[in-house]
Nanobody, 122 residues
Framework: VQLVESGGGLVQAGGSLRLSCAAS????????LAWFRQAPGKERELVTS???????TEIDSVKGRFLTSRDTAKSTVYLQMNDLKPEDTAVYYC?????????????????WGQGTQVTVSS
């Protein structure tokens, strides 16, 4: 199993980025996926989660700004991040669970990506 993230980078506050995670898990539709992030000196936190049917949940600090989606044909999950803030700066990790139901914490994760750096300048 491989989860490969891409799309991170440096952006100014108020800007946008789209992260992608290509997942070599089969069948893709039987797995739930999530995005976590970890800022320097802080614990890794769940940002968004998406189940097999596309239902999503997000933490309060990103609601209305971040949108998660999945493309079953491409076995890829996306994180569209808008109106980025300096406090969004972190390494973002894609995660997958051997279950169609949403991930609600790191303990539920079976597979991790390598992470991609997102830096938001003020």
């Amino acid at each position: 199993v491989q989860l490969v993230e891409s799309g991170g980078g440096l952006v100014q506050a108020g800007g946008s980025l789209r992260l992608s995670c290509a997942a070599s898990i089969h069948p893709f539709s039987a797995h739930s996926l999530a995005w976590f992030r970890q800022a320097p000196g802080k614990e890794r936190e769940l940002v968004t989660s998406i189940d097999w049917g596309g239902a999503t949940t997000e933490i309060d600090s990103v609601k209305g700004r971040f949108l998660t989606s999945r493309d079953t044909a491409k076995s890829t999950v996306y994180l569209q991040m808008n109106d980025l803030k300096p406090e969004d700066t972190a390494v973002y990790y894609c995660a997958a669970r051997n279950s169609p139901f949403q991930i609600s914490g790191a303990i539920m994760v079976d597979y991790w990506g390598q992470g991609t750096q997102v830096t938001v300048s003020s």
